[in-house]
C-alpha cells in the first residue's frame, strides 16, 4: 500500500502507475468495466459525487465497496427507503443519562465512501438531508457543526427502470453529482469470469487496500494543480454555455457544471500519467458530467426515460458543434 509521502515526490507518469493499480485492483471484483472504474476513481479524486444508474444486479453497490476497499476508506452504506429519516442519514442528539446532556450520535454518512442505494426511494426530506454533506463535507445538527471524513465520496444508485414508490431527484440534488454513469451488463467473457471467481469467494474479501487515505488525499491535491490553458477554460466555458441556449433544454448546466467538468478533467489528466489537461479530456467526459444536469423541455414519466437518451444526444451535438481550441 503507498502512502502520501511517496506520492507527493512523484511525477504524473508514477501517478499513473498507481491509479492503474487501483483500477486493477477493483477490477478484480468488477470484470470487465475498467472506464468505469477509471470514471469512478476520477471522480473521487476530484472531490466529487457520483451517481450510477442502471438496472438492478449490474454491480453499482459492488463498485462502491471495491473503490472504498482499493483506497484503503472507511464505508458506509444507506438502503434508501420511504420511512428513512434524514436523521438516520446525519446524526441525531441523544439524552445521555449517565452525562445529563445531549451527546452527537453520528449517522450513517460519517465515513469516507457513502453508498446511498436507491436514492430516489427515500422522501424528499430524507434526500436534502445529504444536500449539505455533498456539498460543505460536514453536518450541522442542533446548531453544531462536525466535519465529514476526507475524502468523502457518497455514490448513490438509482434504477431508471421500476419508478413505482420512487421520488424522482430534483435539479438541485442531481447538480451536487459530478457525474452521472451507468455500469451496463458485461460481456460473455466478463460474465463467465465473474460466476467463476464469485462462486467460490466473495472478491471483496480478497481485495487489499492499494492506497492509504493520505495517499489518496496527496493525489487529489495533485490533481487540483493540473494545468489548464485559456483555450481549454474557454472549451468549457463554450460547451456549457450551448446547452443554456439549445431549443430542447428548459435549463442548462449550471456554472457548478463548468467547475466540476474541469475538475473531473484535471483528475483523468492525472490518472492517464499527465499534468495539463486537453480537449479530449472534456469530450470524453462532457455527457457524464452534464447530460444529468440538464431539464428538457419533456414531461412525463415516459418520456423522463427517454430524456436521458435525449440528454445524452444533446450533449453530444454541443461538444460535435463547438470548435476545439489549438493548444
Not at 102 to 127: H, L, M, W, Y
Request: hydrophobic residues 45%.
Amino acid at each position: 500500500m503507498t502512502d502520501g509521502i511517496t506520492l507527493d515526490s512523484r511525477g504524473a507518469e508514477s501517478v499513473r502507475s498507481t491509479a492503474d493499480e487501483v483500477v486493477a485492483a477493483v477490477a478484480t471484483v468488477i470484470d470487465g468495466k475498467d472506464d468505469v472504474i477509471r470514471s469512478a476513481f476520477a471522480v473521487m479524486l476530484a472531490g466529487g459525487h457520483l451517481l450510477i444508474e442502471d438496472v438492478p444486479g449490474v454491480g453499482k453497490t459492488m463498485l462502491a465497496k471495491a473503490l472504498a476497499r482499493a483506497t484503503g476508506g472507511t464505508i458506509s452504506r444507506i438502503q434508501f427507503t420511504p420511512d428513512l429519516l434524514p436523521s438516520d442519514v446525519t446524526g441525531a442528539s441523544v439524552f445521555d443519562q449517565s452525562s445529563a446532556r445531549f451527546e452527537f450520535k453520528p449517522g450513517a454518512v460519517f465515513a469516507n465512501v457513502v453508498i446511498g442505494d436507491e436514492i430516489n426511494r427515500a422522501s424528499p426530506k430524507t434526500q436534502a438531508a445529504l444536500l449539505e454533506c455533498m456539498e460543505e463535507g460536514q453536518v450541522t445538527v442542533d446548531g453544531s457543526t462536525w466535519p465529514l471524513p476526507d475524502p468523502f465520496l457518497v455514490v448513490a444508485t438509482q434504477n431508471p427502470v421500476d419508478m413505482e414508490g420512487t421520488y424522482v431527484l430534483p435539479e438541485a440534488q442531481r447538480d451536487r453529482f459530478m457525474a452521472r454513469i451507468s455500469m451496463g451488463y458485461p460481456d460473455e467473457q466478463a460474465e463467465r469470469a465473474m460466476l467463476r471467481s464469485h462462486g467460490r469467494l466473495d472478491p471483496i474479501d480478497r481485495l487489499q487496500p492499494v492506497l492509504s487515505t493520505g495517499a489518496l488525499a496527496s493525489l487529489a491535491a495533485q490533481a487540483r494543480d493540473v494545468y489548464v490553458s485559456p483555450a481549454v477554460e474557454t472549451y468549457v466555458l463554450r460547451i456549457v454555455g450551448a446547452t443554456r441556449g439549445h431549443a430542447e433544454v428548459r435549463l442548462g448546466a449550471s456554472p457548478r457544471a463548468s467547475l466540476q467538468l474541469l475538475r473531473a478533467a484535471k483528475a483523468t489528466a492525472l490518472i492517464d500519467g499527465r499534468d495539463f489537461v486537453l480537449p479530449d479530456d472534456i469530450d470524453a467526459l462532457a455527457v457524464d458530467v452534464l447530460a444529468h444536469r440538464l431539464v428538457l423541455r419533456r414531461t412525463g414519466v415516459d418520456a423522463r426515460e427517454g430524456q436521458v437518451v435525449a440528454a445524452t444526444r444533446i450533449v453530444r451535438q454541443v461538444v460535435s458543434s463547438t470548435p476545439v481550441p489549438l493548444q
